[in-house]
């Protein structure tokens, strides 16, 4: 069974509630809410609708994989002082 | 004739904040600077919190006195009333009591203001000219929009751009109440811009729109951000819910078995829970439930049932089995899904079994909140549903066990403003899909063959 993407792109306009936003969000959008990638949650939220979880296992590399799925969990503090850390570099140096 | 409001009189308002890490049984493990890799301490936070609110966020004070100039505010439309849900309660046909906190009375119609109101009042008592933040749906952004006009604050939002398409209403209610709300990627920032360079189209995230509230606040001095989820000070200014229901409670001699919110970054089910958590931990047999949503249809069709998956809670949501199903978990599950956006606060109590949390699927949760409008009235947030289906689930539960039992929940928000929602519900846009169960059945087994990432 392949669920290629032809195959998927069929579900990319259906509909979900996105708990962090707060709205409807489509298919396609959790396919690349983090930029490239996938949200993190997307799995979670899907799997009881679509094989969301066999289409990214054909579709993503191993290192983006992990990078979306296999990391622990960032604290909101940290993700903060990441963000400061990054936004001053942006500043130091923009493009 | 029955009661079915139960009232505080303005005076009776909580005077002070419950800090449950006082009474945690285990010390929570302090957030590191990713860079020192040392604990963060207040110097750390001071660049984008102010000073008052950070020693608030790390404060093991149990009780910590709320300032008049926050009461004033809150007066305005609390104390929130107590309800009993008799019609619910009729619908259900099982041997409970249901009470609830309607917090949907308050003036963006959500327990948002709770923390937005003190956040800017510490603000403003600490210098700050002006706060910025992001939001998705505007839940946030708009509570904290009231609560700037209110202390004479400026207030700009990054609003992720797929919401700010999507939903007018709160993005008008930033405005009417002063803020500039910024669709985020904008090209006000270098994130924004980096995006915008590369997808001129792009419906933002939620991650593009801190970067860009973060970085903007950097320019500026003297101002600073706000969250209002996850953090320690905002499931403190919360707490006010549950300081609330204890005397309300109180007053008509009832004590819950079961105290029940819906749970995304943690704030409003902290806001009802801890002061409850608080009882639990000194002996009080009570059960605390966070809801949240998962797509696992737990009651309509499918075989999984979601639990937490380890107490180390390093892992996300875990399958379990149920109905006998012999289903291996997918490696992806020990990857840390369930714990993005979650408060540090809430995780730690599910670790000491204090708290327990149950997920519920989307469509399931619609189901019972449109039962709920029909039959108490009041439009639920869809958020709100979370809890609602676990109330039905604890009703179901002891009138199988043939228990009477009290069950209070948080009605964190009112659904007006995300009718929108509803429409996709009734329409059968919110996923209407579902594979056949065949076909489910084989792309299991597929999984099933792929290596462990």
């Given at each position: ?25 489509t298919?396609?959008?959790c ?26 296992k ?7 994989w ?10 909101k ?17 923009p493009? | 004739?029955?009661q ?11 005077r ?13 493990s ?7 890799g040392?604990?963060v ?11 008052n609110?950070i020693?608030?966020e ?19 439309w ?22 609830y906190?309607n ?16 956040q ?9 000219k002006k ?16 609560a ?23 993005r008008l ?21 980096k ?18 509230a973060?970085e903007?606040?950097?320019?500026d ?34 004590y ?5 919110g819906?749970?995304?970054g ?13 009882d639990k931990?000194?002996?009080?047999d ?8 998962a ?6 069709r ?17 399958p ?8 291996v ?7 840390g899904l369930r714990y ?13 079994n ?9 469509l399931e ?13 009041h ?16 009703a179901?539960r ?5 228990k ?11 659904g007006l ?10 329409s ?5 899909y ?20």
């Amino acid at each position: 069974m392949s669920f290629g993407c032809n195959e998927m792109e069929k579900y990319d306009r259906l509909e979900i509630r996105c708990p962090r936003l707060g709205g409807e969000v489509t298919f396609a959008y959790c396919k690349q809410e983090s930029g490239n990638l996938p949200c993190p949650r997307i799995i979670t939220c899907w799997r009881a609708y679509i094989p969301v979880e066999a289409y990214l296992k054909e579709t993503l590399t191993q290192e983006e994989w992990n990078r979306c799925f296999n990391r622990p969990p960032k604290g909101k503090v940290d993700t903060i002082f990441e963000l400061v850390e990054a936004a001053k570099k942006r500043k130091a140096s923009p493009p | 004739m029955k009661q079915v409001k139960v009232f505080l009189n303005e005076d009776e308002i909580p005077r002070q904040w419950y800090n449950i890490q006082a009474d945690m049984p285990t010390p929570m493990s302090p957030p590191l600077h990713p860079g020192t890799g040392k604990p963060v301490g207040p110097d750390d936070l001071a660049p984008i919190f102010p000073m008052n609110l950070i020693e608030q966020e790390v404060s093991t004070e149990r009780w910590i006195d709320i300032p008049e100039g926050v009461l004033e505010k809150l007066l305005l439309w609390r104390p929130s009333p107590l309800c009993r849900a008799y019609n619910f309660e009729k619908l259900l046909d099982a041997p409970v009591k249901i009470y609830y906190k309607n917090e949907g009375v308050s003036p963006p119609g959500s327990h948002k203001p709770n923390t937005a109101v003190a956040q800017a009042y510490y603000n403003k008592v600490f210098g700050t000219k002006k706060i910025y933040t992001e939001t998705g749906a505007g839940q946030w952004g708009s509570a904290l929009s009231m609560a700037c006009q209110m202390f004479g604050l400026e207030c700009k939002v990054f609003m992720v751009r797929v919401s700010y398409d999507q939903k007018p209403y709160r993005r008008l209610m930033m405005m009417t109440w002063g803020a500039e709300c910024v669709p985020s990627p904008s090209d006000q920032t270098e994130a924004g811009r980096k995006i915008l360079a590369e997808n001129p189209d792009s419906p933002g995230s939620l991650g593009i729109a801190i970067s860009e509230a973060i970085e903007d606040m950097l320019t500026d001095k003297n101002a600073r951000y706000s969250l209002g989820s996850v953090l320690n000070h905002v499931l403190l200014h919360q707490t006010i819910i549950g300081l609330e229901a204890q005397k309300q409670m109180e007053k008509i001699g009832e004590y819950p078995d079961v105290v029940i919110g819906c749970a995304g970054g943690g704030s409003n089910f902290a806001g009802l829970s801890l002061p409850f958590a608080r009882d639990k931990i000194h002996g009080k047999d009570i059960k605390i439930v966070a809801a949240e949503p998962a797509s696992c249809p737990t009651l309509t069709r499918g075989p999984f049932a979601y639990d937490f998956g380890d107490l180390a809670m390093t892992t996300p949501l875990l399958p379990m089995h149920t109905l006998g199903h012999d289903f291996v978990p997918a490696p992806i599950h020990a990857g840390g899904l369930r714990y993005h956006g979650m408060a540090p606060i809430i995780s730690h109590l599910v670790k000491e079994n204090i708290i327990e949390g149950r997920a519920y699927s989307q469509l399931e949760t619609f189901d019972v909140g449109v039962k709920w409008a029909r039959t108490e009235g009041h439009i639920p947030a869809p958020e709100t549903h979370h809890a609602i289906a676990a109330v039905v689930e604890e009703a179901m539960r002891a009138k199988e066990e043939g228990k009477e039992k009290v069950i209070l929940f948080n009605w964190s928000g009112h659904g007006l403003v995300d009718l929108a929602s509803y429409d996709a519900y009734f329409s059968g846009k919110l996923v209407n899909y579902e594979l056949p169960e065949e076909e489910i059945k084989k792309a299991m087994e597929t999984v099933g063959k792929y290596p462990k990432p």
